[in-house]
């Protein structure tokens, strides 16, 4: 079913179908503007396993019309747990704020379909190769497509900001992750608090650290996390041995992982750019921030800045985009860019091991309403 909308007479060019793109897509479309998704991959699939959403994102998914599908298959844990060395050190439950467990490939076609819905044409096999700040792309057929706004969502390799030139610093963090969805055998778990997310830290005799997030009746989310530097700990299919060595209580489900097709180990990477956007072209997501997934943010924030971008340049006048970005940026960014330190900060001190890790200051984040057309009149003017 698609929704029917009076159409603005602008046009959008969106570059990847990722969580960024599809939001923006759908966010654009259901306010009069024509949208095509390019999509570089021949299919449309998420890669990844599971991931944590919060407040800020549902607020995102309620507005686009999204939350109801997403809520269907997905839960709320009763509490994010920490363990350390074995030693539960902390259950938090966030004083009720509102937070969601979901599969990665669950979230990314509840925006597919929103997207399609609203009408967004997505083409698969599209790779974009260039854009410029006046308003076009030029896909890798040769194929040049002019719009009135160019979102380029393109990921952490973004060849939107790469061939714009944006000023950029990307770094890899020490540590980093495999990613596995496997069933939830419950009953192999035995008896336990097996619906919470459990971050699992030890940091000794060495660094290993499993990531335990149910994502409903059937799926659980695991992330074993290790230093880049350990090359048994990374190696690909994983060391069951090893990782049930450290973790005897998670063995039941470790073994599922070994099911896997494609199991790879992922640095996590950080970028961090000098502007968000030049012209008419705006990027958001990975492609414009990247960040340790510490705080569990790098999707919320991609769906909070493309959700914000699409209001702001539907509200601008035609010629007026350009301008309508850079504001948009000077309001938007502060937040994320407080999120992203402080997410770069916790993977380079590994302090969420000593859990209560999400205070007031950590959940700034996450608290964030984007949705919300006031949220601005309180803040301090941020240029
Ligand atoms: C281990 C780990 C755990 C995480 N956990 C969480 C979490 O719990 N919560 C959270 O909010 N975030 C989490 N994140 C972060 C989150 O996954 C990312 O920030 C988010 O997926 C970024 O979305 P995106 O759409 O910007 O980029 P991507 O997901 O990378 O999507 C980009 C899309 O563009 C396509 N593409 C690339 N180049 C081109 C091109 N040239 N032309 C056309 N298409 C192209 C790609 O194929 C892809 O489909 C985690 C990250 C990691 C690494």
Redesign the pocket.
């Known amino acids: 079913m698609t929704t029917t909308v009076e159409k603005n007479g602008r046009h959008a060019e969106v570059?990847?179908?990722?969580?960024?793109?599809l939001t923006a897509a759908a966010a654009l479309a259901r306010r009069g503007w024509t949208v095509r998704v390019?999509?570089?991959?021949a299919r449309l699939r998420e890669q990844?396993a599971g991931?944590?959403?919060w407040h800020n994102?549902l607020k995102v998914l309620k507005a686009i019309d999204a939350y109801d599908a997403a809520m269907a298959d997905s839960m709320t844990p009763p509490w994010y747990e920490t363990r350390h060395q074995h030693t539960s050190v902390s259950h938090e439950d966030f004083g009720g704020m509102p937070w969601r467990t979901m599969t990665r490939p669950h979230l990314h076609k509840v925006l597919l379909d929103t997207a399609r819905q609203a009408g967004v044409e997505i083409r698969t096999g599209?790779?974009?190769?260039a854009a410029d700040p006046r308003g076009s792309v030029t896909l890798a057929s040769g194929e040049v497509l002019t719009a009135d706004l160019v979102v380029g969502?393109?990921?952490?390799?973004s060849?939107v900001r790469d061939s714009i030139g944006f000023a950029q610093e990307r770094w890899k963090s020490r540590d980093g992750?495999f990613?596995f969805l496997v069933p939830r055998a419950r009953e192999e778990l035995g008896a336990g608090e097996w619906d919470n997310v459990i971050d699992f830290w030890n940091l000794e005799p060495r660094y290993l650290r499993v990531l335990y997030v149910p994502c409903n009746e059937r799926e659980l989310y695991i992330?074993l996390g290790a230093p880049r530097a350990d090359e048994q700990a990374t190696r690909a299919p994983i060391d069951l041995d090893l990782w049930t060595g450290a973790f005897p209580e998670l063995a039941p489900v470790l073994r599922h992982t070994h099911a896997a097709t494609d199991p790879r180990y992922?640095g996590?990477q950080t970028t961090y750019l000098e502007e968000w956007s030049r012209g008419v072209v705006g990027l958001?997501?990975?492609?414009a921030h990247?960040m340790c997934?510490a705080l569990?943010?790098?999707?919320?924030c991609?769906m909070a800045n493309a959700y914000t971008l699409a209001v702001a340049a539907t509200e601008a006048e035609r010629d007026g985009i350009a301008e309508a970005l850079r504001e948009w940026e000077r309001w938007e960014r502060p937040i994320t860019d407080r999120c992203q330190r402080r997410s770069a900060d916790y993977a380079a001190n590994r302090g969420m091991a000593r859990g209560n890790q999400f205070t007031i200051e950590n959940l700034e984040t996450a608290l964030y309403d984007p949705t919300n057309p006031h949220r601005h009149a309180l803040a301090i003017n941020p240029g």
């Open positions: 570059c990847g179908a990722g969580f960024a793109g390019h999509e570089k991959g990844g991931i944590v959403l994102s599209s790779e974009v190769v969502a393109d990921g952490v390799r060849q992750i990613r992330a992922y996590y958001v997501g990975d492609a990247a997934p569990a943010q790098g999707a919320g991609a």
